[in-house]
């Protein structure tokens, strides 16, 4: 059962455009929420995480937005520019969810120049 | 530079056959976390260990097993390999446990082919 449920699959974005992907969980015991972005060969690099006591967090162009009621969440990338295409995973954890952290399936963005 | 060292980066070998994967976390992390990843997949989590020992298990193969020793670093031995285990193998250490303040940083993979 997949813990962590993210969408889209892929993404093609215009360069200066708006990138959204969603992630949407069940668990309740989850209140770290991170988003990896991952180069082809390269391992997953921490972007941007949030905790679930804040509704949005915001690093340069990347934004987390985070919904407790509905439980979701979602990454959005402004002015997406090439060097953002890229494979990004969402994931969850919390204190008493079985010692991991949980991914989504990823999303592979494309930004057109 | 996450600061997690993984060796080999690349290691072709032959069915039937076993390999070891090397993983040394960040300095101070105590977990390690070993994942899957086989083309256009996710991330499948294999194994935790913290502090040397055992604390969570995914979806691992009673053909993998993993250890941490004493100096923290881990190993992940893949025996009696098939052509599916094919991917790349990435570790991931934390200071803590899951659900701490601290997250997971990735080491830079093993490219495992099976031929």
């Known amino acids: 059962q997949q813990q962590v449920k993210q969408s889209p699959q892929s993404l093609i974005v215009q360069k200066g455009g708006i990138s959204i992907i969603n992630c949407a969980y069940e668990?309740?015991?989850?209140?770290?929420f991170p988003w990896y972005q991952q180069f082809p060969g390269k391992g997953p690099a921490l972007l941007i995480a949030?905790?679930?006591?804040?509704s949005e967090k915001k690093e340069g162009r990347f934004t987390i937005s985070f919904n407790k009621s509905a439980k979701q969440f979602s990454l959005h990338i402004m002015d997406s520019q090439p060097g953002d295409s890229a494979t990004y995973f969402c994931a969850a954890s919390g204190t008493g969810t079985g010692n991991q952290f949980y991914f989504g399936t990823g999303t592979s963005l494309t930004v057109i120049p | 530079d996450s600061g997690v060292t993984q060796t080999p980066k690349h290691l072709i070998t032959a069915t039937g056959q076993r390999v070891t994967l090397r993983c040394s976390p960040r300095?101070?992390?105590?977990?390690v976390y070993w994942y899957q990843q086989s083309l256009d997949q996710g991330l499948q989590f294999l194994i935790q260990y913290y502090n040397g020992e055992e604390r969570a298990k995914g979806n691992i193969l009673e053909r993998f097993s993993a250890q941490q020793f004493p100096d923290l670093h881990s190993e992940l031995n893949l025996s009696s390999l098939e052509l599916g285990d094919s991917a790349l193998y990435f570790c991931?250490?934390?200071?803590?446990?899951?659900?701490?303040?601290?997250?997971?940083?990735f080491g830079p993979g093993t490219r495992l082919t099976v031929l």
């Open positions: 991931a250490s934390t200071r803590g446990l899951a659900g701490s303040t601290d997250t997971q940083y």
């Open positions: 668990n309740t015991a989850f209140d770290y």
């Open positions: 949030i905790r679930p006591d804040v």
């Open positions: 300095s101070g992390d105590l977990s």
